[in-house]
């Protein structure tokens, strides 16, 4: 007798542990000295920009960021380093800088899909690093598979402390509502930081 067809609905909730030390840096680099976050209902955009004083910001790259990445593993991963951050800006007196409230046209710039992160500082010099992990092996696994995750590099995005730390406050400060809008939808990743 014939076995049916496998589900193609998830089985099982699969959480995914990243070693994020274990990643190889993205080759690409990009500088930027502000950021815009655009909300898109279960994609958040984050449009990282580049201004000279007195000219218009251009967009540098975007990543478009599944909500339950940001609300599973970006901010997950990042609140512990955000607090912190946020405590030596504030005893050095340098404020942080706020999220732009649009961001500029794409024009040449990339825009690519990003769901793995992690951040760092040397100095005042700050790092967001972004991965692709493709849902596809998150499903696998939840199908009882057995799939070997690949995270690809995406990029790295070069950034001053006050836009970083002005970036993770506003995900403080939106992360509760992003939650309730997830609902039951659970976020596939966990990370750890080593």
Same mark, same amino acid.
């Given at each position: 007798m014939p076995q049916p067809p496998r589900a193609s609905t998830p089985s099982r909730p699969v959480h995914v542990q990243v070693?994020?030390?274990t990643l190889a840096p993205?080759?690409?680099r990009v500088f930027a000295n502000g950021c815009a976050i655009v909300d898109h209902g279960l994609i958040q955009e984050f449009s990282f920009t580049q201004s000279r004083p007195r000219? !218009?910001?251009r967009a540098a790259v975007s990543l478009m960021v599944p909500l339950e990445a940001v609300v599973g593993h970006l901010w997950k991963s990042s609140v512990q380093f955000y607090q912190n951050e946020k405590e030596n800006l504030r005893r050095a007196e340098i404020g942080v800088q706020n999220v732009l409230d649009s961001p500029p046209?794409?024009?040449a710039s990339l825009v690519q899909m990003s769901n793995v992160f992690r951040v760092a500082r040397a100095?005042?010099?700050?790092v967001?690093?972004?991965y692709?992990?493709?849902p596809y092996y998150?499903? !696998?696994?939840s199908l009882g598979g057995t799939p070997k995750f690949r995270f690809e590099p995406v990029v790295q995005v070069q950034l001053s402390s006050p836009v970083l730390v002005g970036v993770l406050e506003y995900l403080s400060q939106h992360v509760e509502e992003w939650r309730r809008r997830l609902g039951p939808l659970v976020p596939p990743f966990e990370s750890t930081d080593e």
């Amino acid at each position: 007798m014939p076995q049916p067809p496998r589900a193609s609905t998830p089985s099982r909730p699969v959480h995914v542990q990243v070693d994020l030390g274990t990643l190889a840096p993205p080759p690409e680099r990009v500088f930027a000295n502000g950021c815009a976050i655009v909300d898109h209902g279960l994609i958040q955009e984050f449009s990282f920009t580049q201004s000279r004083p007195r000219g !218009a910001p251009r967009a540098a790259v975007s990543l478009m960021v599944p909500l339950e990445a940001v609300v599973g593993h970006l901010w997950k991963s990042s609140v512990q380093f955000y607090q912190n951050e946020k405590e030596n800006l504030r005893r050095a007196e340098i404020g942080v800088q706020n999220v732009l409230d649009s961001p500029p046209e794409w024009q040449a710039s990339l825009v690519q899909m990003s769901n793995v992160f992690r951040v760092a500082r040397a100095g005042t010099e700050m790092v967001l690093e972004a991965y692709w992990l493709s849902p596809y092996y998150v499903h !696998a696994a939840s199908l009882g598979g057995t799939p070997k995750f690949r995270f690809e590099p995406v990029v790295q995005v070069q950034l001053s402390s006050p836009v970083l730390v002005g970036v993770l406050e506003y995900l403080s400060q939106h992360v509760e509502e992003w939650r309730r809008r997830l609902g039951p939808l659970v976020p596939p990743f966990e990370s750890t930081d080593e």
